[in-house]
């Protein structure tokens, strides 16, 4: 696919010869460059984009398979003492869930709207985290936290797991944390 862009901006009335030397207009570099990002990224180039972005963040066990109880959540710190997040067995697979069910996730309790507080408000039946006690905005955690209800337009930041035996690592962070410009360099 990528060939095709390329032949495209040869043959188009925007291509130009400068000595010899093919030249793209900065429309047709514009439009080439946006098709390759768009191919880029319907390749899976965001698994190696994620696969690099959990290479600098801290791998901190968070907790054992064998201690969660099915809709209990457990509350954790990561990647920083300030940050709280809970992990949880939801009883049904999870985007990005781990264990045998594909059901152990972990999300940031913080809302993405405007930083409400999340602690206590996760709903078994639903596997869902809110209504968030400011603007009720509410979280699916079966779909990496994504928005279901409310003000907030953001997804809730989920904590990238991993599984070594019975112990659960935290490898990561998937979206912005709410009050961080970058989620390893601190709150902005
Ligand atoms: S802060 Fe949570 S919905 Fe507004």
């Not at 043959?11 to 880029?40: I, P, W, Y």
């Not at 390749?43 to 209990?72: C, H, I, M, N, T």
């Not at 507080?117 to 078994?124: D, E, V």
Request: proline content about 5%.
């Amino acid at each position: 696919m990528k060939e095709k862009i390329v032949i495209k901006a040869e043959h188009t009335a925007e291509h130009h010869d400068h000595g010899g030397r093919a030249c793209m207009s900065r429309r047709q570099f514009l439009l080439a460059g946006g098709a390759v990002m768009a191919v880029a990224a319907i390749g899976g180039v965001p698994g190696l984009a994620q696969a690099a972005a959990v290479k600098s963040y801290p791998r901190q066990k968070v907790g054992s398979l064998s201690a969660l109880k099915q809709g209990v959540p457990v509350e954790f710190a990561y990647p920083f003492p300030d940050v709280q997040n809970i992990l949880v067995k939801l009883g049904t697979p999870a985007g990005a869930g781990v264990g045998a069910g594909k059901d152990v996730v972990a999300f940031n309790q913080q809302c993405t709207h405007m930083g409400g507080p999340l602690q206590a408000s996760y709903k078994a039946q639903h596997q869902m985290l809110g209504p968030c006690p400011l603007h009720l905005t509410t979280f699916d955690l079966t779909k990496h936290g994504m928005v279901v209800s409310g003000h907030g337009t953001e997804s809730l930041p989920q904590i990238l797991l991993e599984v070594k035996g019975d112990d659960i690592y935290a490898v990561g962070v998937l979206g912005l944390i709410y009050g961080y410009a970058d989620n390893l360099a601190g709150r902005a």
